[in-house]
């Protein structure tokens, strides 16, 4: 399962890059955008809280929803992303919650 996205360096695929985890507080996915032609990906993890999306809610619908904000910040998001792997040796994790809810 793939979502597209356009950006000003190309056609990207959201994906998932691993399974996803859930428990009654929180949905973490790990995802991956990955340029089209294939000479880019990078992987993040986006923490929904409790109440922000029905828990039954699947990756893909989830992702989807996630896509056009993701647009909008993908310049942030890449670089963000980029730089907490090569400097702090992890995956870059955004938080959806009450305060900031992004695109839900």
Known sequence: ???SIKTGRGDYLLK???PDQRDANVILLTLALERRDGIERVA???RLAAGLVDP???AE???C???PWLERE???TRESALKTIRSEHRLLEISFDASNRGPF
């Open 74 to 76: 993908f310049e942030m």
């Open 61 to 63: 619908v989830i992702m």
């Open 65 to 67: 929803r996630l896509a």
């Open 44 to 46: 993040f993890r986006c």
């Open 1 to 3: 399962m793939a979502v």
């Open 56 to 58: 039954t809610s699947d």
């Open 16 to 18: 998932t890059a691993a």
